[in-house]
């Protein structure tokens, strides 16, 4: 069973930067994508940013130029640097390692933005 470990999350003041960390207990060398989504109450979990084993990125449109994801696969960690944060950033971001014939997903790590 492959588990992701997020930490990282609290509470920070708009304008502010975080760092969200994903522990992987696998190798992340090979894996085909892998990802932060967001969750608000009431909503769907939404996809933030995306990086594909060739080093693609893919960023939701209202983080781009502003979040940055990326990996250490000597630590089988995912990354995600969030910077000049807003109130709408808040919410839960769960990390998510998209492999073949697998897909796992962390517990989740809450960060809130204050205005």
């Known amino acids: 069973q492959v588990q992701l470990v997020e930490s990282g999350g609290g509470l920070v003041q708009a304008g502010g930067s975080l760092r969200l960390s994903c522990a992987a207990s696998?190798?992340?060398?090979?894996?085909?994508?892998l990802g932060w989504y967001r969750q608000v109450p009431g909503k769907a979990r939404e996809l933030v940013a995306r990086l594909s084993k060739s080093g693609f990125t893919n960023y939701t449109d209202s983080v781009k130029g502003r979040f940055t994801i990326s990996r250490d696969n000597s630590k089988n960690t995912v990354y995600l640097q969030m910077n000049s944060l807003k109130p709408e950033d808040t919410g839960v971001y769960f990390c998510n390692l998209d492999d073949v014939n697998r897909n796992y997903w962390g517990q989740g790590t809450q960060f809130t933005v204050s205005s």
């Open positions: 696998v190798s992340i060398f090979n894996v085909a994508f």
